[in-house]
């Protein structure tokens, strides 16, 4: 007969060895389920292959921090820790987080320290709570800081569509953690890894010779401004990424169109901004000036791809404001913003991955386009007006004189017309069945190929303004009239990220979350039931289990006596 002892000390080594077998499996063998339905846990594969790029640990420190959050940024703050730990989980190398008040800094560093946070799109939020005494502002930090042992950069998690409600702009704030998380870790492991060319030599840029855009691509891509005479051939032009054409006022020629045309059919990128009227903003005061047709000597390529930019501009009643002398206040002259409906704040968006999410884009002169067959070719509207819309066609008049007067609505009557069309597929050549330029051989000829453009009907939409004391260059999407920041600064960087790698981590912004709110009616009618059945509820199963558990063990015991 086997002695207690032994048969007990043998299942504490069998409980212990299994212990330690389970805890090597563990570390040998790493999986995670996620059962939840829209796959909250899981990330996409352009994340997964970001992170195992990694070759050094990260750090993130979390900036939404505060006392008393109001719910809806308690689970934002809770949604961004998951992500950093879900991130951690599928890397190579640890990813660490923690809570960093900015206001904790000391006050001789504090303001540098916001203003750095600024330079990474981080805006200070004031937000209201509610306290017993009454109503109290609270500046929040709503971004995130990612560093290494030697750099460090920053994103903005909070951000949604103009209209969205709160609830709205929460969820989708959380549908983008995934891509802001990873779009950060990729700036700190894959700076300025991709070309982008800005086409030069036909009056493009002429605001800001490209700053705008220079400025907010700048630290993400490598740009250079290319000469487009000094492109002899089309391989000339396939070491960049993104090509950018930004407001020609000048005609290309067919040797040009040729090899923007090969350039497209070979896998190239063609960012095509451009006017359909020329419009002197300068000549508008008094009796005003005409906004006439520009010709850029692209038109027949872009009708080829199945667009066309027409010779009109587009009025919107959800507009800017332009600045007109008022008079004077005293000695001081007075700059008026009036009602302008040629600039256009462009709130309607597509659920796409360049512009899901997106906040107003502002458009200043914008022309309409239309979409003509074309095989083989996706045509993707990302931008769109408002209800109350219309179109001008050339000759239009454009002057000041005409700020004082009130739009009427009904003379608004369309809605929705895009203003930037994303063209995808298998593009057919302008050249196909003609006589090739001067100076190019057949031999190296594409009929078809397959290539992405993007068309926008104004030419200044990149370009950014100017401040009005200085007339030093604005960022991008800063407009001193309005005095606001528009969204066409992350619009160019979403943009651009997808064109150079559609199946990136640009993709991730397909992710999206159901908001499964609580019926406020039912919560009021039933909050007694519910209270009651999870208090009393867990007891009862836990005597009635217990007393039919207790009834067993007498029953057998009593019997083995007898």
Do not use: C
């Given at each position: ?22 805890f ?28 195992d ?8 420190d ?44 000391v ?20 937000l ?13 930090f ?9 750099y ?10 103009r209209?969205?409600n ?20 990729r ?23 490209g700053f ?10 490598e740009?250079f ?9 089309v391989?000339?032009?396939?070491n ?6 930004e ?9 040009e ?9 070979r ?8 006017d ?9 005061g ?8 520009l010709?850029?000597?692209l ?10 930019i ?5 009025q ?9 002398m ?39 002169f914008?022309?309409s ?19 109350f ?17 009130q739009p009427?609505?009904?003379?608004f ?5 895009p ?5 995808e597929g298998?593009?057919t ?11 190019f051989s057949?031999?190296?000829f ?9 068309v ?9 303004q100017?401040?009005?004391?200085s007339?030093?260059p ?31 981590i ?22 007694t ?10 007891v ?7 007393g ?15």
């Amino acid at each position: 007969m086997k002695k207690p002892g032994i048969h007990k000390s043998r299942s504490i080594l069998f409980l212990f060895g299994g212990i330690v077998l389970l805890f090597l499996l563990a570390n040998l063998v790493r999986f995670r389920i996620d059962l939840t339905e829209e796959k909250r846990f899981s990330l996409h594969p352009a994340t997964l292959q970001l992170l195992d790029q990694l070759d050094q640990p990260l750090h993130v420190d979390i900036l939404l921090t505060g006392q008393n959050l109001p719910g809806g940024m308690r689970r934002l703050q809770k949604s961004i820790e998951e992500t950093v730990r879900t991130f951690n989980a599928y890397s190579n190398q640890k990813i660490s987080f923690s809570y960093f008040d900015p206001l904790s800094v000391v006050d001789s560093l504090q303001e540098e320290f916001i203003y750095s946070l600024v330079d990474y799109g981080i805006n200070p939020t004031n937000l209201t709570i509610a306290r017993n005494t009454g109503q109290e502002a609270q500046l929040i930090f709503p971004g995130i800081l990612v560093s290494d042992d030697t750099y460090e950069t920053g994103a903005l998690i909070l951000k949604g569509e103009r209209g969205m409600n709160e609830d709205q702009i929460l969820n989708s704030s959380i549908e983008n953690l995934e891509f802001e998380l990873a779009n950060a870790i990729r700036k700190l492991i894959n700076p300025n890894s991709t070309a982008i060319a800005l086409l030069m030599g036909h009056g493009e840029m002429q605001e800001d010779e490209g700053f705008g855009l220079v400025e907010a691509l700048d630290g993400e891509f490598e740009i250079f401004k290319v000469p487009m005479e000094q492109a002899k051939k089309v391989e000339d032009l396939q070491n960049f990424s993104v090509l950018f054409i930004e407001g020609p006022q000048e005609s290309y020629s067919e040797q040009e169109v040729y090899l923007l045309d090969q350039y497209v059919l070979r896998g190239g990128n063609l960012v095509v901004l451009a006017d359909g009227v020329s419009v002197d903003v300068e000549q508008a005061g008094g009796e005003g000036t005409f906004a006439m047709p520009l010709e850029n000597g692209l038109e027949n390529l872009l009708f080829k791809y199945g667009i066309r930019i027409n010779n009109d501009l587009i009025q919107d009643l959800n507009f800017g404001y332009f600045p007109v002398m008022g008079g004077n206040f005293g000695n001081q002259e007075q700059l008026v913003p009036l009602p302008w409906p040629f600039y256009i704040q462009a709130s309607r968006v597509q659920q796409h991955p360049i512009t899901k999410g997106l906040d107003v884009v502002y458009f200043r002169f914008a022309s309409s386009l239309d979409t003509v067959m074309a095989e083989g070719i996706k045509k993707t509207p990302l931008l769109f007006t408002s209800d109350f819309s219309r179109i001008l066609p050339a000759p239009v008049r454009v002057a000041f004189s005409d700020l004082d007067r009130q739009p009427e609505v009904k003379d608004f009557p369309l809605q929705n017309l895009p203003l930037a069309y994303l063209l995808e597929g298998e593009f057919t050549s302008l050249f196909k069945n003609r006589f090739l330029p001067e100076g190019f051989s057949k031999d190296e000829f594409k009929e078809n190929g397959t290539g992405k453009v993007v068309v926008i009907g104004d030419g200044e939409l990149f370009q950014s303004q100017k401040a009005i004391q200085s007339g030093a260059p604005l960022t991008l999407g800063e407009d001193p009239f309005n005095q606001t920041t528009f969204a066409n600064k992350l619009f160019l960087k979403n943009l651009a990220q997808y064109l150079q790698n559609p199946e990136g981590i640009i993709s991730t912004r397909t992710r999206t979350l159901q908001i499964r709110p609580l019926n406020k009616v039912k919560t009021a009618q039933q909050k007694t039931y519910w209270q009651t059945l999870n208090v009393l509820a867990p007891v009862l199963v836990l005597i009635v289990v217990g007393g039919l558990i207790s009834t067993r063990r007498k029953r057998k015991y009593s019997k083995k006596i007898n």
